[in-house]
């Protein structure tokens, strides 16, 4: 174990003895307390898939605009840290990987938002995502894109009769 991954680091207790700290491991570290002068300083330092992974930096949408051709996309797009919302999403919408989205927690999960992105949406991981607003409007408007599988096994679906009964003929 490493003193950076539990020592709560500060910029300035770096910058006293500037080559001695390995960026490629300070890259993961989440007590390290970092700042957008830190990222943008040691830019050519840092492991960008670690950094996209983290989720304890100061995260906006500028700091992702700015370095956008050095994050993993991948990774960025299962990363809790990240302020999510519609514009951050449509801001990249060619660049986030749109599999590891469609199972995430952390969307601002809207019926609107799942329909502005309909055509991008991987939908047997939205099927089977627990955090879905669903009900039978949202169903019934996608509802030859469904997983159905994934939906009849999904908690977040209503325990409501009518609505189990008016999709009788797709559950599993």
Not at 49 to 69: C, D, F, G, K, T
Not at 79 to 107: E, K, M, Q, T, V
Request: hydrophobic share 40%; glycine share 4%.
């Amino acid at each position: 174990h490493c003193l950076h991954q539990h020592y709560p680091l500060t910029p300035a207790m770096l910058e006293h003895q500037p080559g001695r700290w390995d960026w490629r491991r300070l890259s993961s570290s989440r007590a390290l307390a970092w700042t957008d002068q830190l990222l943008d300083e040691q830019a050519d330092q840092l492991d960008w898939l670690a950094l996209s992974q983290n989720p304890a930096l100061p995260w906006s949408a500028a700091l992702i605009e700015r370095h956008a051709e050095r994050w993993h996309w991948p990774l960025l797009s299962d990363n809790p840290g990240l302020p999510w919302s519609s514009d951050l999403l449509r801001a990249n919408a060619y660049r986030w990987h749109w599999a590891s989205l469609s199972r995430s927690p952390n969307l601002p999960w809207t019926s609107s938002f799942i329909a502005a992105n309909a055509e991008r949406w991987d939908w047997t991981g939205l099927s089977w995502n627990h955090d879905l607003p669903l009900n039978a409007g949202l169903l019934e408007r996608h509802g030859d894109r469904w997983d159905w599988t994934g939906l009849s096994a999904n908690l977040a679906l209503p325990a409501d009769q009518q609505l189990v009964g008016q999709f009788a003929a797709y559950w599993h």
